[in-house]
């Protein structure tokens, strides 16, 4: 099952940290620069060796409110766009702040009575809302998209249909003009080595093609190739809108179906839209619904796009 990352409270406050770093390391002050400064100052072997029990696991106290730092760490691994980029004990440094500053504005508010407030109530209703559909919608695709569906999808739709082609496996090496393309062919007719050329004369770095079937070539390409025995270089030049190449045809096989690890990416985002799709398609069907234009009249009896 793919592991889903939702933005909770925490994680909202964690993804604004990567933006300090930057911010921060480009010599801005920050609210507590004075802060940053007096730790860096500090050498480096007394901060290793001062160790607090009564601290540890406490990463700040806000008005005798703990942050901890496993929710930091939460913040951080539930945001792998940062966690890819910056390593949590750097991110710990600058998200300590980011996460007072927030738990601060969120006692102010509170004490200020802010969840009385119209505006919030009218957002606080949105909010939830949207965080219900969120929720019901990834509970509907959990149930649907199992590993054993993944399997079927892929033995039903993909094994199954599947239609074997031939595949070349080739190699090139690509010139502007057929001069240079026949003293190639000429240095490889007195033995020469075709790599070495290749890294000789080549304009396209790829000169390993792989395995590839008839429709992801060039016809002229394909067509010279096919002509070919396994382990046979092409003996004129094959002009394409490419330019010049002479080929090496390494290998003919028959193609085969790609594994299911290949595949489960594309086939659990496949089963998704379809799990969202029969989602809609079962509300309507069990529900009442009526749709109204702007005069009032009401309008046919379609379901909504999803």
Do not use: C, W
């Amino acid at each position: 099952m793919q592991k889903k990352y939702v933005l909770t409270g925490v994680a909202v406050v964690a993804a604004a940290v990567l933006g300090a770093v930057y911010y921060m390391d480009s010599g801005v002050p920050s609210v507590k620069t004075s802060t940053l400064k007096l730790k860096a100052s500090m050498p480096k072997t007394a901060v290793q060796k001062v160790v607090n029990p009564e601290n540890k696991g406490v990463a700040a106290r806000v008005n005798g409110e703990i942050i901890s730092i496993e929710e930091i760490r939460k913040g951080y691994m539930d945001n792998p766009q940062i966690a890819e980029q910056v390593p949590f004990d750097e991110f710990y440094q600058k998200a300590v702040d980011v996460f007072v500053n927030g738990k601060l504005l969120y006692q102010a508010a509170t004490k200020a009575n802010v969840e009385s407030l119209p505006e919030y109530q009218e957002q606080l209703k949105t909010a939830k809302e949207d965080l219900a559909r969120k929720v019901y919608i990834e509970k509907q695709v959990d149930e649907k998209v199992t590993d054993d569906a993944v399997a079927k999808f892929y033995q039903d739709e993909y094994v199954a249909k599947f239609v074997s082609k031939k595949e070349m496996g080739a190699k090139h090496i690509l010139v502007d003009n057929e001069k240079t393309a026949k003293e190639v062919i000429e240095k490889l007719n007195k033995k020469g080595d075709f790599d070495k050329l290749a890294k000789e004369y080549t304009k396209d770095k790829t000169v390993e093609l792989g395995y590839f079937t008839e429709d992801l070539m060039v016809p002229e390409f394909v067509a010279a190739a096919k002509k070919l025995k396994k382990g046979e270089y092409t003996k004129q030049p094959v002009k394409t809108q490419f330019g010049y190449h002479i080929i090496l045809l390494e290998d003919i096989r028959d193609a085969k179906p790609l594994p299911l690890k290949d595949l489960e990416p594309q086939i659990r985002n496949i089963l998704s839209q379809q799990a969202i799709a029969q989602t809609f398609d079962d509300l309507y069907a069990q529900g009442s619904v009526e749709k109204f234009d702007l005069n009032g009249n009401k309008m046919p009896d379609e379901p909504a796009e999803k």
